[in-house]
T-cell receptor
Framework: GQNIDQPTEMTATEGAIVQINCTYQTSGFNGLFWYQQHAGEAPTFLSYNVLDGLEEKGRFSSFLSRSKGYSYLLLKELQMKDSASYLCAVRTAGSYQLTFGKGTKLSVIP | NAGVMQNPRHLVRRRGQEARLRCSPMKGHSHVYWYRQLPEEGLKFMVYLQKENIIDESGMPKERFSAEFPKEGPSILRIQQVVRGDSAAYFC?????????????FGPGTRLTVT
């Protein structure tokens, strides 16, 4: 089976940096994804990691350690519009389906 | 380039009725995925289709649920004899064939309410 854990809620201040962690247990790893989802809207793709290391894309970065079953999403220079749920998802080898965590609801405060 | 389209956005059905949810993938995408999101729960995979083929339906309930992706027209997720527990947001995602399903782009979802 697969298990994906991420914190339920986080709060951070506008302009700050926040790190959202995700741990996973899966048989046959084939990629980790981060999505952003505003309330009542579609999840939007943020990042994809399949090899160990850091992927940077503007204010967002994502890190993966396959040996530890661990990833994080780093958001810099937080803006109020970054308030959303952040979904960690894993794809297993030989499958196209994504297994999602329950999401981390991030609140950015002034 | 229009994104993934889903309709209706909101659907209300009484117990026992049928619900039909439609999904038009992004232009050039031939892979479609359906996910269900229950309140306070993560997205759960239901089914993966390519044109005229069901590739993986391991997440579909065994009864009352079916999906298709015909050669022409949108993908349809059909729920027969709906029950209150079917109330959820149903999201469709699509990806291009040459990306091997790496990036799945989601539609805005259909929020089904069963009364």
């Amino acid at each position: 089976g697969q298990n994906i854990d991420q914190p339920t809620e986080m709060t951070a201040t506008e302009g700050a940096i926040v790190q959202i962690n995700c741990t996973y247990q899966t048989s046959g790893f084939n990629g980790l994804f981060w999505y952003q989802q505003h309330a009542g809207e579609a999840p939007t793709f943020l990042s994809y990691n399949v090899l160990d290391g850091l992927e940077e894309k503007g204010r967002f970065s994502s890190f993966l350690s396959r040996s530890k079953g661990y990833s994080y999403l780093l958001l810099k220079e937080l803006q109020m519009k970054d308030s959303a749920s952040y979904l960690c998802a894993v794809r297993t080898a030989g499958s196209y389906q994504l297994t999602f965590g329950k999401g981390t609801k991030l609140s950015v405060i002034p | 380039n229009a994104g993934v389209m889903q309709n209706p956005r909101h659907l209300v059905r009484r117990r026992g009725q049928e619900a039909r949810l439609r999904c038009s993938p992004m232009k050039g995408h031939s892979h479609v995925y359906w996910y269900r999101q229950l309140p306070e729960e993560g997205l759960k995979f239901m089914v993966y289709l390519q044109k005229e083929n069901i590739i993986d339906e391991s997440g579909m309930p065994k009864e009352r649920f079916s999906a298709e992706f015909p050669k022409e027209g949108p993908s349809i997720l059909r729920i027969q004899q709906v029950v209150r527990g079917d109330s959820a947001a149903y999201f469709c995602a699509s990806s291009p064939a040459d990306r091997g399903g790496r990036e799945q782009y989601f539609g805005p979802g259909t929020r089904l309410t069963v009364t």
